[in-house]
C-alpha cells in the first residue's frame, strides 16, 4: 500500500472544512420545490411562543429519542405535549434531504452556540474532532442513514454493573416496527458496497445473511433511512402521528434550567422516603434572547432527550448531580447524583481510505460485517464519497475558479464495540449556551485495543480480496502492464508487518482514532435514572436517550434510540391511564 503525495493528502483532509461544501442544493427533487413534511403543522418558532404555558409532558430535544417520544404521548390516550428544540427545521438546510449532502453537511457544522447550522462541531479533551446535531430529528436528520436493531443481548445487560432493565421485548419489537413502518428502507448495493460485501466474504466474515434489520453474525445489508428517491426520512417524519391540537414544537428553543420545587418527602415502610423535589417546568430561550416559562399541569413529566452531552448537562445546570462539583461553580444543589456526567462512552473508529483506481457512486453506510456473534470483535463498515475541492485550494493551480475538482474517497472501518474504556463530561462554567468538556479515554482499556488490532487485521484481509484488486492504482515508472499495483491511500497506512506485529498495529489504532460519532453516556440507567429512566432523587423527570446507554446497542444506535422514545412513550400512556383509574375508582369509592 502507498500513501498519496503529502501535498494530496492536506488537501483531501481539508475536504471537510471546505466553505463550497456548504453550498445549497435544489430544494426539492428534479428541480421541483419538495412540499412540507407532514409534520410542520406542529412547528412554530420559539420567538412566536407565550412568555408561560403548561402542558402534560415537556420533552427537551427534539432528536432521536425526543420526537417518537413527543408523538407517542401526544397520541391517542396522551396529553398536551411540548417539544423544545435548540436547533432549526431540517428543510431549513437543503443538503440534509440526501444521501449526497451527508458530506456538505459535516461541513456547514460551526462550533459557535449562536449558529444556525445543523451540525456543532466540538473536540474531545482526548482531541478528537467530533459532530453534535443541532436540528430537529437530531442526528437521524444528519448522519448516514444506517439502521440495525441492537444486539440480543443488550437488553439483557443495559445498565450499570449488569443490572437488568426489565424491557418488555413484545413491546420492544412492535416499537421497532413501529419506526420501520415509516422510515426503513432496503437500499440497493453496488459499487463499492458490493465490492466490500463480496471482499467480506472472502475475508471470511460469514455467514452471509442477505437484508435484515437484525443484528446477526457475519455479513449483512442493514436497512436505511433514505428511500428509493434518495429522500432521507428522519426522526421528525415520525412526528406527524401525535394528534392534532396535542402537540407543539418550538425551535430555535434553548432549555435554560430546569425548574425545580421542593416537596414534601414522603417516608414508606422499610424504603428510602420520596424525592423531596420535583421538577415543575422548564426555562428556555428564544433565538431573540427572551425567556419563556414551560410549566407542568398536574401529573405531569420533564423528559430530556438532549443527548450525550445535552441531557446531562442540563442536569448540572439544574443542581443535579456532584454536589461538590456544583458547589464549586455556584449551582445550588437540589438532588445530589454523583454519577451525572460520569461514564461517558465513544465507539473508536478506525479505518482505512483510498482513492480508487476506477469511478466509483457516491454510498453511506449499507454493508457491515459481523464477526462475532457475542459482540466481542469489532464491527466492519464502509462507505464512498464524491467531494468537491475548496476553490481556496486552487488558487495559483491550473483550475479556474469556477472549474469543478472533484475526488472520489473510498473508506473502510472498523468500530470497536462497547466500548470498556470511559471518560466523564463536566461543566467549565454556568452558561448554559457553553458546551460542556468531556473526555472518552479512547482505547485506554487494553481490551478495547485488542479489539482495534484485530478489527484493523480484517480491514487489511478485506483489502487483501481479490475483489479489492480492481481498485489498485499503477504505481512506478515502468510500462502500465508492468507496474506493480498499489492502493493509493489517504493518510496513514497500515505498518508493513500488521500480520504480526500486535504493537505496531496497537500504535496504529491509538495514532489514528476518530469516532463514528455513536458516543453515548453520562446519565447511566443503574446509576442516574431507575429501570423506568426517572432521576433518582428528583420526581417528575426522566431521561429518555442514549445518554442512558453504557454500551452501543449494536452497529449503529439510531434504530434503538428511535424504538426506545416510541418504548417509553406507551409505558408512560400506560401510567397515565392507570393513574386515571385509580381517581376514577377512589371518587367513586368516596361518592359511595
Known sequence: MAAIPTRLHLLLAALLVAPTLAAAQPRGFGGVVAPPPAYARYVVDAAETAAEEAYDYIVVGGGTAGCPLAATLAGPGGGRVLVLERGGAPAEFPPLATAGGFVRTLAMADPAPESDAPAQTFASEDGVPNVRARVLGGATSINAGFYSRAHPDWFRSHGEGGEAMNWDMKLVNSSYEWVERELAFQPVVRGWQAA?????????????????????????????????????????????????????????????????????????????????????????????????????????????????????????????????????????????????????????????????????????????????????????????????????????????PSSPLYVTVVTIMEKVPGPLSEGSLWLTSSNPLESPAVRFNYLSRREDLARCVTGMRRVAKVLESTTMDVFRSAMGSLSQDSRRREFRIVGAALPVDWRTNDTALGDFCQQTVATLWHYHGGCVAGSVVDRDFRVFRVRALRVVDGSTFRETPGTNPQATIMMMGRYIGQKMIDERHSRRQVRTSTDSSSNA
Not at 428509493?228 to 430555535?252: E, K, N, T
Not at 464524491?386 to 488558487?395: D, F, K, M
Open 196 to 400: 466490500v460485501r463480496a471482499g467480506l466474504l472472502e475475508a471470511n466474515v460469514t455467514p452471509w445473511n442477505g437484508f435484515t434489520m437484525d443484528h446477526v453474525s457475519g455479513t449483512k445489508v442493514g436497512a436505511t433511512t433514505f428511500d428509493s428517491s434518495g429522500r432521507r426520512w428522519s426522526a421528525a417524519d415520525l412526528l406527524a402521528f401525535a394528534r392534532p391540537g396535542r402537540l407543539r414544537v418550538a425551535i430555535r428553543a434553548t432549555v435554560t434550567r430546569i425548574i425545580m420545587s421542593p416537596i414534601e418527602p414522603v417516608a414508606r415502610r422499610g424504603r428510602s422516603p420520596q424525592p423531596a423535589v420535583a421538577a415543575s417546568g422548564v426555562v428556555y430561550q428564544d433565538r431573540l434572547l427572551q425567556q419563556h416559562h414551560a410549566l407542568l399541569r398536574p401529573g405531569g413529566e420533564v423528559i430530556l432527550s438532549a443527548g450525550s452531552l445535552g441531557s446531562p448537562q442540563l442536569l448540572l445546570l439544574s443542581g443535579i448531580g456532584p454536589a461538590n462539583d456544583l458547589t464549586s461553580l455556584g449551582i445550588p444543589v437540589f438532588a445530589d447524583v454523583p454519577d451525572v456526567g460520569k461514564h461517558m462512552f465513544d465507539n473508536p473508529r478506525n479505518g482505512i481510505s483510498i482513492i480508487p483506481s476506477i469511478p466509483i457512486d457516491h454510498s453511506l453506510i449499507q454493508v457491515v460485517g459481523i464477526p462475532s456473534a457475542n459482540g466481542n470483535e469489532s464491527y466492519l463498515e464502509a462507505a464512498s464519497y464524491i467531494v468537491p475541492l475548496a476553490p481556496i485550494l486552487r488558487r495559483g493551480g491550473p483550475f479556474s
